[in-house]
């Protein structure tokens, strides 16, 4: 079955470590997503990319980078510059037929807490 | 800019009883507009999504939307709550033509009681 595929679920770093949290994708589809979610405060934009080898930052990407080498991938890098981590990271994709509408397809998510 | 409003950070509600979440939004064009579910530590469930064709839009597990452009609302209903509807529920809207820049409301967790 077709999906995303998020690792680890459940991570625990110290505070000035920097951090990759994995998203893959078997959907072909071309643009993918990283979102970051706190209570109360919905899903914010980090990162996202419309192709291979090229990426836009979101409203929120102080502190965090990306990398997109193959179209299945989409690694997100916590760094210790990221004031506040601990978070829900929800990675997710668009196909090129729901690109008008921007229905996105998400990932189970990936929880990070720094000690 | 768009924006998502959501009213009610929590709302609870017996089984059987109607399901009523609330979501006004403001666009500076057409929107589309979506909900999505949220279970405990998983991702978004795509619930039901307008796209400018009905404006009663109807969804999974019983669930339907009705897109009033006058209010600029988009509320959530359900006849008769389940136990399995206990979730936190999202309400979005796309921003344009922005290909996948989804402006999400604060959430809403709904409970369901015996």
């Known amino acids: 079955d077709g999906g995303i595929t998020q690792s680890p679920k459940y991570l625990f770093r110290k505070e000035g470590q920097n951090v990759t949290l994995s998203c893959e994708q078997n959907?072909?589809?071309?643009?993918m997503y990283w979102y970051r979610q706190d209570p109360g405060q919905g899903l914010r934009l980090i990162y996202y990319s419309q192709i291979v080898n090229d990426f836009q930052k979101g409203d929120i990407a102080e502190g965090y980078s990306v990398s997109r080498e193959k179209k299945e991938s989409f690694p997100l890098t916590v760094t210790s510059a990221q004031k506040n981590p601990t978070a829900f990271y929800l990675c997710?994709?668009?196909?090129?037929?729901?690109?008008?509408?921007?229905?996105?397809?998400f990932g189970e998510g990936s929880r990070l807490t720094v000690l | 800019a768009q924006s998502v409003t959501q009213l009610g950070s929590h709302v609870s509600v017996s089984e059987g009883a109607l399901v009523l979440l609330r979501c006004n939004y403001s666009s500076s064009v057409p929107p589309y507009l979506f909900w999505y579910v949220q279970y405990p530590n998983q991702g978004l469930q795509l619930l039901l999504k307008y796209t400018s064709a009905a404006t009663l839009v109807k969804g999974i597990n019983g669930f339907e939307a009705e897109f009033k452009k006058s209010e600029t609302s988009f509320h959530l209903t359900k006849p008769s709550a389940h136990m399995s509807d206990a979730a936190e529920y999202f309400c979005?809207?796309?921003?344009?033509?922005?290909?996948?820049?989804?402006?999400f409301g604060q959430g809403t967790i709904l409970t369901v009681h015996p």
């Open positions: 959907l072909n589809h071309d643009a």
């Open positions: 997710a994709s668009l196909s090129k037929i729901d690109r008008d509408t921007g229905e996105l397809f």
């Open positions: 979005a809207v796309s921003r344009g033509t922005s290909y996948g820049k989804l402006t």
